[in-house]
């Protein structure tokens, strides 16, 4: 909590916690084909399915930075379904399904009651307050339950092998890039994971939802 009493949620990133990507191409061991790398690369750690991972601390110094998520810690959420204002759990203890506030920028539909996000769920307790604090979610925000959150690719920043194999970057930011696009995954440094959301179903609009979500 700060000084006003505002909770800075839980996947947020801080200032202290950004690191200088240092970046390289380098030959994958397992086919000999240029991908992207850390100059100093760590193979356990460093690649999930393919792609590699931006790096960044988990420490929490510095200036909190609002519109920014931590990406270990959105990694985090998404994988572990954590409510990423508390880091509880974020699937309602009666039906076992996750609450999900979904916003117009955050969200692209791929069905009638699925689509692709990289804002991790959020659990009722926290709904109402997250609501009341953030204008964003205020203007555009509505509040689903979903059955299932499947992980579908990453939000990257796409660079392409220059002279000597120095990273080139492609000017492609935050673009998505699904688990399947395999001639794309070695060129892209990944920020974010990315689920597709399965049986969404609407609960309240936005502005509508305080009052009701507030836990009685
Ligand atoms: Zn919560």
Redesign the pocket.
């Known amino acids: 909590m700060t000084s006003s009493h505002i909770p800075v949620p839980y996947v947020l990133a801080y200032s202290g916690e950004a690191v200088r990507q240092r970046l390289t191409f380098a030959p994958d061991p397992s086919c000999g084909e240029l991908r992207l790398s850390h100059q100093d690369p760590r193979p356990r750690s460093d690649w999930h399915r393919g792609v590699l991972l931006a790096r960044v601390r988990t420490n929490r110094r510095g200036q909190i930075m609002w519109r920014h998520l931590n990406r270990r810690r959105q990694w985090e959420c998404m994988t572990k379904d954590l ?1 990423q ?2 880091k ?1 759990p974020a699937a309602d203890s009666r039906t076992g399904r996750l609450w999900w506030v979904i916003t117009e920028t955050g969200f692209r539909a791929s069905s009638d009651s699925g689509g692709l996000t990289n804002a991790p769920p ?2 009722r ?2 709904i109402p307050t997250s609501l009341q604090w953030c204008p964003q979610l205020q203007k555009s925000a509505a509040v689903y339950t979903v059955a299932a959150a499947e992980s579908a690719g990453v939000l990257a920043d796409i660079y392409r092998p220059g002279p000597g194999g120095v990273p080139v970057f492609t000017g492609e930011h935050n673009a998505f890039v699904g688990w399947e696009e395999f001639s794309v995954l070695p060129f892209a440094l990944a920020t974010q994971m990315v689920v597709r959301l399965h049986d969404m179903v609407l609960v309240e609009h936005g502005a509508d939802v305080c009052p009701a979500l507030v836990p009685s």
């Open positions: 409510c204002v508390c509880g959020t659990c307790p926290c």
